[in-house]
């Protein structure tokens, strides 16, 4: 089972390799745990910023490493399964047959061809502990944590010691982001709920990383074929895309046929968690009729993308029978797929979900492998006017009641939440989820904060997920501008993941991230010493930036110019300051001020010093009058 | 003078015209002014809708309207010099004489070609109201306020009248939005400092509107040629193409040759305020050495500008002298074009500014013509690091007693803010600069949340544009993705005003704008019917919606199919949700809620319907089952 069904042209899928510009993907090993090897990516400045190389966090995996082969036919190295091995509690077993409905059926030239390597699954035996909550709450601290921990310091420590940095402030709105973060309290923050490392035990390609409000805040970039368009490459290559650029997780959204084979290839080169929706596939499994959805199909389909590795699912267990009423008066209903679908199965039936009343049976799958919940929003609002509703408050409330119980059973939990949400009523998600669901990381889709500008939905999502972010959102599930539109492509999946980096990294800085400032520091530092390329490799997408300088500025000559390309030579206000840098600075000691009445005299002092200079705006590197550019 | 000085090949610009998809420009007369025909758009719906069509602000000018012949080489009708003469207190006058130094002593096949029709200046003559702010102060309501109140409205009698809408809410920090925006509500508000309408005496060509917090927040698109780039009709087809997405002010912000005469231009064509900063063409006329300014350059280029009809003026007289050295230890020093100018002049003199020192002069010339002041932010932070530092609040607080005397001279007055600011700093800008300002409008570039994605500075500076709006900040001024980098072409100038136009509406929403949500739960409720036309003619940039839909679903037939592109025809929960509804809507009254123990009741009592019907998903408009599309 499991392996190549048929020949037909499949082509390998091709995906990005090579480093960012300007960076390099470098290792550490944690005092903790010296055998593991954490990825960080530093960003090499020019020799005359007389500065260290800037350490960013780096999710894209081996990808960006030239001096790691990749082949996709193969998958990533499985390193991690050794550690789970390692600490005992798991079991080797033949899993599950492979079934033809795994693939909707597919068969001939429609089925894609299956990932050529199989590998035996893993999964918990016994009571000793499996999930990183279970570890947690028995004060274990796993390797995973230690791994997540020392990514997330990145900059710290030179934070800390650093003169030139004023320290972070903010307004964190009660998280408790500490100035270094210790693998101790990667484990606190699960054992409390408030964090979680999704991390299946079967997923041993995985470089493991910490979802938590005290923590770097996350993206999740959505990728999946539909049964109207894409292919299983294109995936597998969206993937390794939208990690490229910085996301921290991916959900893999695939419906329609080859929904199993596509899913292997994604995970086995994937160093991030991928999420699921199981209800897609299982809806597959029963020929699309959300009515004929069995428990038993769906607790099949659990054991069988858990077997594959998926880190984390989407499970709208709130959905429950008395609230689906409570959307008929909304603009726009329910518009959460899998939301939908337990509503139409509950009308159908005229019974209580069965995700709902059988969630202590889903735990325990989701224990066995280390599966986290992600307890879906299905009652999301999909406008503007239904925000804040009934239905999704009351479906909320819900959620928080089985984050309780999936804690007493041993599993981490996240909470989805929207979706459409004005401004003023986004605050009042955050505060209620913080309340309602014990703290468990909140993990948001946007909001978008209106509902007129499709084709541009990462924007108007972009403000909605900056903005909770620093409330307290741990993670952010982004939103490309084909949003209601269309299946995004390529690009799009680019634009929404640098979109929501920029919300992600919005919010560490308002939230006073102790590190976050670093590379706002550095950039702007090169934008006015002019160090252009400086400028573009610290920017969060270095190819963009290039071309945009280039479309005005296109010769080598103007990337060490002493102007920027909007003003031209003779506006250039950042040389001016230059100037007013060196007429005071040398004056000053670093965060002094002056008070205005010893102005005249520094003043005085300066007056013929700066006219000595010849009131030269243009000079060149060596003090050199030199023409203007025109 | 100012006659065509040569016959060099100048292409007239070409300038886009036609209405924007689904749309049509209509025009009420408002009961107190019936001469006045205010434009307006109306976006109408597919039959099936059974609704009204969507009225929204218009600020595109006759090029939308069919019916209106362009002719970009005569100009815009100056309908409005009538109601200005009509009012008196003004004298027609020869006007400045042109000289060479207005277009940087371009001469030959370097000067462009002068405007074709030369319109004699007015200017304001005693002691009679000349300004908007005078007349207000007198208790006279002008055409200009009637006409900017009945532009303001749209939607807000249907909102009112309209059973379906739930009443707006929202958190306004203390605006006062009235529910019907009435003439004498605009001469309050500008009589009180509050709001502005920028309208120079000479603009004839203008469509009047108003800026203040009490009302829809405005967007700003730059334009303007460098020493770099770009030409005479690149920059008027911008402004045209600018105001068709929705900038509702643009600004000029042309350097190097060809001022004048590209201004000439884009005034005669434009219907919306234009601003400028005089300080940039004083500076070319003392050949870019900002030490030989003088007072006497730079107010004959007030008055040079004055004659054409600029509206409003940023002018930087809040950098101080002693406010210079504050900015020394900043990160990225000063970022303002014009504050670096004045900071290097004080400098080089080691005096205080003469746009402070002699501020009263120059109000009396703003005064004259009535052109707005904008008060320029010369110490705006350009980093994250740099963000509400003394430098910044102290131009400030200068801004602030300047707003008094230009009132006391009879002036309009409003202030620029900045700039780079982390979210969690952001309200302190606007609170502090209502505080210090007397609550004269305010008016930011972004503010961008972070500093490390140039290429995207759209988006970060949307966030706290959004932000701020809502705070209650009456103006944004765009950015675009080339901030930063480079000179926005047409691409940019139309993504950084849909970015805009997301941020203010999102602000106005957020702020509890009555007639705001109307726009949005139209689209929405298109979205939900799957009127997908609709959708797209609703939406700030219907081609780009149109054109993205169609990447994924090309067919015309997928625009009327009852299913998303996204989820293929098995997951469309919007069709799941109007079963949801078919079931429990009919059965309820608008806004009601069942009890839960009342649902066992009413579900029992249409299970049998449902399954009645089939249990289909698939139905088509007609309730017959139909296959789903592949």
Known sequence: MNKPTNQAEFPTPTVTTGPLAGSSRVYTSPKAAPHLKVPHREIELH????????????????????NQTIDVEKGLPRTRIDWVKARGGVEEYEGRELSPLDNGGATGKYLARAFPVRHTPLRGV???PVTQYEFAKAGIITDEMIYAAERENLGRAQALHDAHIRHADGESFGASVPEF?????????????????????????????????????KINANIGNSAVASSVEEEVDKMVWSIRWGGDTVMDLSTGKNIHNTREWILRNSPVPIGTVPIYQALEKVGGVAEDLTFDIFADTLIEQAEQGVDYFTIHAGVRLAYVPMTADRVTGIV????????????????????YERFDEICDIMRAYDVSFSLGDGLRPGSIADANDRAQFAELETLGELTQLAWKKGCQVMIEGPGHVPMH????????????????????????????????????????AAMIGWFGCAMLCYVTPKEHLGLPDRDDVKVGVITYKIAA????????????KLRDDALSRARFEFRWEDQFNLSLDPDTARDFHDQTLPKEAHKVAHFCSMCGPK??????????????????????SLAAEDLDQAMAEKAE????????IYLNDKGETREPID
């Open 47 to 66: 020799p005359t910023a007389m500065e260290p190389p800037v350490r960013v966090y780096d999710c894209s995996g081996p990808y960006t490493d030239p």
């Open 126 to 128: 016994g009571s000793a």
């Open 181 to 217: 973060v210790t693998p101790e309290f990667v484990r606190d923050e699960i054992a409390r709920g408030r964090a979680i490392i999704p991390a299946n035990i079967n997923h041993g390609e995985l470089e493991p990383m910490v979802i938590g409000r005290n923590f770097l805040v």
């Open 336 to 355: 959460s797929r899998g939301g939908s679908i337990m509503a139409k199965w509950c009308l159908a039936h005229h019974k209580e979900s069965f995700l």
């Open 425 to 464: 009523k986004i605050k009042a998600n955050m505060d209620k989820q913080l309340e309602t669901c014990g703290e468990a990381p909140f993990y948001t889709l946007g909001p978008l904060t209106t509902d007129i500008a499709p084709g541009y939905d990462h924007i108007t999502s972009g403000i909605g």
């Open 505 to 516: 990294h919005a919010a560490d800085l308002a939230k006073g991230h102790p590190a976050a």
């Open 571 to 592: 506006f250039c206000s950042m040389k001016i300051t230059q100037e007013i840098r060196d007429e005071f600075g040398s004056a000053r000691a670093p965060n002094t």
């Open 609 to 616: 010093e700066f006219k000595a200079k010849g009131s030269q």
